[in-house]
């Protein structure tokens, strides 16, 4: 089956760094996306790997590691607008999205 | 970045009604997009994937006669809750796939749409 686990809740201090893990099992890779979506709002794209790695982008950083079936998504000097679900979504062998549960990211002053 | 739009962005409507939700993208062309379901606190539901100018796919589970699906061009979709009843209150977001080039395909979510059925 295909499965992708993310931790379901964290907390992290605002202007901290925090790292959020995702594994993956699929049918097939062809790349992973992180989504971030406040409370009551549409996912918005943050970032995509298909090679290992790590891709910068401002303060959010994503690393993927395709033998390992393994990504993170790093975020740096946090902000109390960074609290948020962040989700992991995997596409596979056919370009369909696997989509983790999201992980429940909680900023605190 | 990609633009994708929903309209409307909330419906309130009586039990037995129908009711449309349009998806564009609107600086792009999609060939592929996608509707998902959101109940509070949960995670997406994919409930269909549609291809412009052929049939939608949907996902076990979700009737095909209750969710119409119409991909008519390269830039919009419909989805129309047909008889909809108080159970199918949710929160319905479309996206639209991006070929970016290579293997990326990028998903462009649109701003969700808020269904409550009395």
């Known amino acids: 089956g295909q499965n992708i686990d993310q931790p379901t809740e964290m907390t992290a201090t605002e202007g901290a760094i925090v790292q959020i893990n995702c594994t993956y099992q699929?049918?097939?890779?062809?790349?992973l996306f992180w989504y971030q979506q406040h409370a009551g709002e549409a996912p918005t794209f943050l970032s995509y790997?298909?090679l290992d790695g790590l891709e910068e982008k401002g303060r959010f950083s994503s690393f993927l590691s395709r033998s390992k079936g393994y990504s993170y998504l790093l975020l740096k000097e946090l902000q109390m607008k960074d609290s948020a679900s962040y989700l992991c979504?995997?596409?596979?062998?056919?370009?369909?999205?696997?989509w983790g549960a999201g992980t429940k990211l909680i900023i605190k002053p | 970045g990609a633009v994708v739009s929903q309209h409307p962005s909330w419906v309130i409507c009586k039990s037995g009604t129908s009711v449309k939700i349009e998806c564009r993208s609107l600086?792009?062309?999609?060939?592929?997009m996608f509707w998902y379901r959101q109940f509070p606190k949960q995670s997406l539901m994919l409930m269909a994937t549609?291809?412009?100018?052929?049939?939608?796919?949907?996902e076990q589970g979700v009737e095909k006669d209750k969710f119409l699906i119409n991909h008519a061009s390269l830039t919009l979709s419909t989805l129309t809750v047909t008889s909809a009843h108080p159970e199918d209150s949710s929160f319905y977001i479309c996206?639209?796939?991006?070929?970016?080039?290579?293997?990326?395909?990028?998903?462009?979510f649109g701003p969700g749409t808020r269904l409550l059925v009395l």
């Open positions: 600086d792009f062309q999609a060939t592929t």
């Open positions: 790997n298909v």
């Open positions: 549609s291809n412009e100018g052929s049939k939608a796919t949907y």
């Open positions: 996206s639209a796939r991006s070929l970016a080039g290579g293997s990326q395909e990028t998903q462009y």
């Open positions: 979504a995997v596409s596979d062998s056919n370009y369909q999205l696997i």
């Open positions: 699929t049918s097939g890779f062809n790349g």
